[in-house]
C-alpha cells in the first residue's frame, strides 16, 4: 500500500503557510494576461518546480484567440480639487478589469455610467471585468458612490492593451504509470482569497506534499491558469497527451467556512466521483454533492464534449454561492488556515484512494481463512479491535474479483484508510493477491 505523505502530517503548520500564501498573494493585480499573471507564476515557483509557457496575442486556441495582454500603471477618479476620490492604489477591485486607457473630463452622471456598485452591501467593492468588449469603468462600494457630489471629474486610467502574451504555469511529477491525475486552479482574479488564492495555496501545497511521496502509481499534472481561456489554451497545446488525464480536480474556494461541496463531472459516475463522494461521506460532517452543469469554473472546459474527461470540482462554498464572492469581502479574514488545512486534508484522502484502490482476490474463497494461525487475530491494546477484525473480514470477503478497495469502504462503511490497512496487512500472507 502507498503511503500519501508522512504518518501524520503537520495540518496546523500547513495551513498557516497556505494562508500566508494567499497572503503574499493578495496584493498582486492579476488577469487573465499581463505581469500579475507572471509575477503569480513566479510566487508558486518559489515553491514547487512550475514551467511557465507564453502564448503569443492573437495565437488560436480551439475555438478562442489569445487577446491582448493587459497591464496597469496607474488609475483614478480626480475630483475638482485634485483629491483622489477612487484610485486602483487603495484596491485593485477599483478599476473595471481590461479598462482600456483613458485620460478625460467628466461630470457626475456621465461618470456614473461607468461605475459599478453592489447596493446590498454597500461597504463591499463589486469585482468586473470587461476581458473581450472595449470598455472603461470603475468599481466601488455603494456608500463611496452616494458620497460623490456633482462636479467636473478627471479620470485617468494609465493602462496598455497590446500585443504581448498569454502565461501559464504547470508542474508535472512522474509517476510509475504515464495516466494522469488532472489539478487545475485559475489564477487570473486580482485580490480576492477564496476565489482564486485558496486553490492557488491549496495547489501548491499538495505539489510540495506529492513531491515528497517516496512513490506515486500516478502522474500529477498542476496547472496553474487563467480562467477560461487559459484552461482552453492548455487544452490547445496539449491536445496529443490530455487522453493520460484519468482523474482530476478543479481546485478552488477551498479556505472559506462553509461545508464541503463537490460537483461531479459530465460522466456523473467517473472514479473520482466515487472517491470524492467516499471521502466526504467518511468526513461525517455535512456536505453537498451537485451534479454537473456548464457553469462554473474549468470542468466548462475539460467537460466540454470533445474532451468529457473524468474531472470534477471539490471545494467549500461553490462558484457564486456565497454572499463575498467576486467583492472585496472575499478577502484574509474570509479565508482562514483552519478551513484551508481541513480542505488539503480531504484532497489528500481523495489521493490516497486514487492511490490505492485496486482490486484484490482472496485466495481461500470457501469459507473463512483461519486469521490466528496467521498472526492477523491478535490482540490491540488489551482487546482485539472489531474496526481491524472488521476490515480484514471486508476485505477477504469482497475480494472476489469484482470489487476494488474503494467498493468495499462504502459497501462496509468503514473508512478507506482502514479498507487499505486491512488490505496492506493481509498481502503480506498469502490469503490476497493483486489482480
Ligand atoms: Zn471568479
Not at 513566479?42 to 487577446?67: A, Q, S, Y
Not at 455603494?142 to 493602462?159: A, F
Not at 517516496?214 to 496547472?223: D, G, I, V
Not at 482476490?361 to 486469521?371: D, I, K, M, S, Y
Amino acid at each position: 500500500m502507498r503511503r500519501i505523505v508522512g504518518e501524520d502530517p503537520d495540518f496546523s503548520s500547513l495551513g498557516e503557510e497556505m494562508w500566508r500564501m494567499v497572503k503574499g498573494l493578495y496584493p498582486i493585480c492579476r488577469s487573465i494576461t499581463g505581469e500579475g499573471l507572471r509575477e503569480t507564476l513566479r510566487v508558486i515557483g518559489e515553491h514547487i518546480p512550475l514551467r511557465t509557457r507564453e502564448l503569443p496575442t492573437g495565437k488560436r486556441v480551439l475555438d478562442w484567440t489569445i487577446p491582448m495582454e493587459w497591464n496597469v500603471r496607474e488609475a483614478f477618479v480626480e475630483n475638482s480639487r485634485g483629491e483622489r476620490v477612487i484610485d486602483f492604489e487603495d484596491h485593485n477591485l477599483h478599476l473595471l478589469g481590461y479598462s482600456h486607457p483613458l485620460d478625460a473630463k467628466m461630470g457626475l452622471a456621465e461618470l456614473k455610467k461607468h461605475l459599478h456598485t453592489l447596493p446590498d452591501h454597500p461597504d463591499w467593492i463589486p469585482y468586473r471585468t470587461s476581458y473581450y468588449d472595449d470598455n472603461w469603468g470603475f468599481c466601488l462600494s455603494q456608500n463611496q458612490l452616494e458620497g460623490l457630489p456633482e462636479d467636473s471629474y478627471h479620470v485617468r486610467i494609465d493602462t496598455t492593451l497590446e500585443e504581448g502574451h498569454l502565461s501559464y504555469g504547470e508542474c508535472i511529477f512522474p509517476g510509475e504509470v504515464e495516466d494522469e491525475v488532472l489539478l487545475s486552479c485559475h489564477a487570473c482574479h486580482p485580490s480576492m482569497c477564496n476565489d482564486n488564492l485558496s486553490g492557488i495555496a491549496l495547489t501548491t501545497a499538495l505539489g510540495k506534499l506529492l513531491s515528497e511521496m517516496p512513490s506515486r502509481r500516478f502522474t500529477y499534472h498542476l496547472l496553474f491558469a487563467p480562467a477560461t481561456i487559459g484552461a482552453i489554451a492548455w487544452l490547445s497545446e496539449n491536445l496529443d497527451r490530455v487522453g493520460r488525464v484519468r482523474h482530476g480536480l478543479v481546485v478552488t474556494c477551498v479556505g472559506d467556512p462553509g461545508h464541503m461541496t463537490y460537483k461531479r463531472s459530465r460522466r456523473g459516475t467517473a472514479r473520482i466521483d466515487r472517491a470524492v463522494e467516499l471521502i466526504l461521506r467518511e468526513s461525517g460532517e455535512e456536505y453537498e454533492v451537485m451534479d454537473f452543469s456548464p457553469w462554473g469554473y474549468d470542468e466548462r472546459q475539460y467537460c466540454s464534449p470533445g474532451f468529457d474527461m473524468e474531472v470534477g470540482s471539490l471545494t467549500r462554498s461553490s462558484h457564486g454561492r456565497y454572499p463575498e464572492y467576486h467583492t472585496s469581502a472575499d478577502d484574509l479574514d474570509l479565508v482562514r488556515p483552519e478551513h484551508l488545512s481541513d480542505s488539503l486534508r480531504k484532497y489528500l484522502a481523495v489521493i490516497d484512494v486514487l492511490e490505492n484502490d485496486r482490486k484484490y482476490l482472496n485466495t481461500v474463497a470457501r469459507g473463512e481463512p483461519q486469521l490466528g494461525r496467521r498472526g492477523l487475530y491478535r490482540a490491540v491494546g488489551g482487546g482485539t479491535s472489531e474496526e481491524r477484525m472488521l476490515s480484514l473480514l471486508w476485505v477477504l470477503n469482497l475480494s472476489d474479483g469484482d470489487y476494488g478497495l474503494m467498493d468495499i469502504a462504502k459497501r462496509s462503511g468503514l473508512p478507506f484508510r482502514v479498507i487499505r490497512e486491512a488490505a496492506g496487512e493481509l498481502l503480506k500472507t498469502d490469503l490476497l493477491r493483486e489482480i
